[in-house]
């Protein structure tokens, strides 16, 4: 045995919240209905944290809008902000973009991965020719047009680096070294990841070492800052082989912030203080969900080996 | 006639501008387009490599079952009919050659189809789509300042660059969407997308729930090129927020028949999702 001893990165979603300050840049992982890091979302709130500027994945669902809700965001990086059919366009969204209470930095879905990959690559920005013809470049000046250098005439866009100062992702498991497998797709989570200054992982189990070795080829994420237990964390949306979305409880997400839209703040403050203030952590909000709710969300494991 | 709902021949309209050799991305939204393309591999084009689920998974269905149709672009039932799960980035990457089983014997015939491009066929939704095929994901704006926040641009104008023929797909036909020219452009049509030299050639057609436009080649302005069934010209005319030219080819979309709708109702849409 050797006498050195590895890091240990597992906290409690109360020491990983504590991380994430005023002010700071933090990605938020998933995709559309599935795979975001609720928990860490919730206690986020929760710290009364204001003034982010929030890197939301390609197709970001409400777990961005709620956070635009909850007064904590001051700038978005963002392609889309809605959850289909359910809520094809986020109520908070657009009642803090339209009053011109959260900057929008304007972006589609390759453009978005344009800045994440210069800034994981250390380069001073990507080009991609998406968004040329379109309102991108007028609407977002930090997008710069130039002329294909190498002999062609071309107009494309320059993306400068999108840099996180965390980006937060949810995980099926991950080991105490901060070593995480998605369970399902993994969407955009790899890249909003490797763009980050430091990775916090969101896991529904903390599994031994040897599970992550039995299949390296698996792990989507390596050697995350921060790793922390929150079964059904990503409640109310799904977690790839594991649950499924729970599509009442967002339906009522979309009610209330539909009202808060309108103008009917009371609605949209019980709805923070029934969901998220009130429960003091992440068990005691499962426990308002209920055991019989949450079972009934069980998906039969896609993934397996 | 057959009795069918509108999005049940939405569906079966799309399906036939499908082939097998073709690779489509079918984004987010619609329960439709997800039925149009498991139709066509089910039908005609067993071989159609199919990007579905937040575009991330590779799919084929033409031998698999298909309890429900998913409701979410994400959902986990995707994951069922997936052959391949990619990174969301690897959705705008090239994905291989025409494929289809008359590429293979034929070749000669694909020599100058879509070889290098993502894609051949893209669905896009829109809050407004103009005259010119541009398509507004972005907002509604007074003229000075953005006045309705509409979802954001999603990747629609990544695959625009690549895609050969999108489709502008909106929801409902009225002065308020069909306008002169669109407030924000987030997806190119034609004229856009041969001036800035793209890949690809812009909105093919713009789909209503009355009609089809297609695209003048003179002139690449929209103009009506098909009915759907009971929709009348002046009907077009009195909701159109451009002014309507009629192409000389115009005609009736022919319902779903028999067959179509049978296959269908009973191996894609069994839950009945675009019967109402």
Not at chain 1, 137 to 157: H, T
Not at chain 1, 277 to 301: Q, S
Not at chain 2, 28 to 43: S, Y
Request: glycine share 8%; with cysteine.
């Amino acid at each position: 045995m050797s006498k050195s001893k590895r890091r240990e990165v597992v906290a409690s979603v109360e020491e990983a919240a504590s991380k994430i300050e005023s002010g700071m840049t933090v990605a938020i992982g998933g995709f559309g209905a599935d795979n975001h890091p609720m928990a860490m979302v919730r206690e986020i709130i929760r710290n009364g944290v204001t003034d982010l500027t929030l890197v939301g994945s390609a197709t970001a669902g409400l777990e961005i809008d709620l956070l635009i809700g909850a007064g904590c965001v001051k700038k978005l990086i963002c392609s889309y902000v809605g959850q289909e059919l359910y809520c094809p366009i986020g109520h908070n969204f657009r009642k803090y973009s339209e009053a011109g209470e959260l900057e929008v930095w304007e972006c589609s879905e390759y453009t978005l991965y344009a800045g994440l990959f210069a800034s994981a690559s250390g380069s001073e920005f990507f080009a991609w020719r998406g968004g040329v013809g379109t309102s991108i470049p007028e609407l977002n000046p930090d997008m710069v047009k130039f002329i294909d250098p190498i002999g062609g005439e071309k107009e494309i866009l320059a993306v400068p680096p999108i840099r996180p100062d965390w980006a937060i992702i949810h995980v099926g498991w991950s080991d105490c070294y901060g070593n995480g497998q998605h369970l399902g797709a993994r969407y955009g989570d790899r890249w909003l990841a490797r763009a980050a200054t430091r990775i916090m992982l969101q896991t529904e189990r903390v599994v031994p070492n040897e599970v992550i070795r039995k299949n390296p080829l698996m792990t989507t994420i390596a050697y995350a800052d921060c790793v922390v237990e929150a079964p059904y964390g990503s409640h109310p949306y799904a977690a790839h082989a594991m649950y499924k979305e729970d599509v009442e409880f967002i339906q009522d997400y979309v009610a209330c912030s539909a009202a808060n839209r309108k103008g009917d703040s009371k609605t949209w403050d019980a709805y923070l203080k029934k969901h998220v203030h009130d429960p003091k952590d992440h068990v005691a909000y499962l426990e308002t969900v209920g055991i019989e709710r949450l079972l009934g969300l069980y998906t039969h494991p896609t993934i397996t080996w | 006639m057959t009795d069918h709902s509108w999005k049940e021949m939405m569906a079966v309209v799309f399906a036939r501008e499908i082939e097998d050799h073709h690779k489509i991305t079918s984004g987010a939204h619609t329960e439709i387009f997800f039925a149009a393309t498991m139709l066509a591999q089910k039908t005609h084009a067993p071989n159609l490599k199919l990007q579905l689920g937040g575009s991330v998974a590779l799919c084929n269905v033409t031998d698999m079952e298909i309890p429900e149709l998913p409701k979410t672009s994400t959902g986990y039932e995707i994951l069922r009919y997936a052959e391949s799960i990619h990174d969301h980035a690897d959705t705008f990457l090239f994905y291989g050659a025409p494929g289809g089983a008359d590429y293979y014997k034929n070749p000669d015939k694909y020599k100058d189809v879509n070889h290098f491009w993502f894609a051949d066929k893209f669905f896009v939704g829109g809050i407004q789509a103009d005259k010119w095929g541009n398509t507004n994901m972005i907002g509604l704006s007074d003229g000075k300042k953005m006045t309705f926040r509409g979802p954001g641009t999603i990747g629609i104008n990544d695959t625009a660059i690549g895609v050969v023929d999108q489709y502008a797909f909106i929801t409902a036909h009225d002065k308020r969407r069909l306008v002169e020219n669109v407030d924000y452009i987030s997806a190119p049509g034609q004229k856009i997308a041969r001036e800035k030299q793209f890949n690809g050639n812009g909105t093919k057609w713009i789909v209503t729930p009355k009609c089809i436009f297609d695209f003048d080649p003179d002139t690449l302005e929209a103009r009506l090129a098909q009915l759907f069934p009971g929709v009348t010209i002046e009907d077009v005319k009195e909701n159109t927020g451009f002014e309507v030219n009629v192409s000389d080819a115009l005609s009736t979309i022919e319902p779903p028949n028999k067959d179509e709708l049978e296959v269908l109702r009973n191996e894609v849409d069994k839950t009945g999702v675009l019967r109402h």
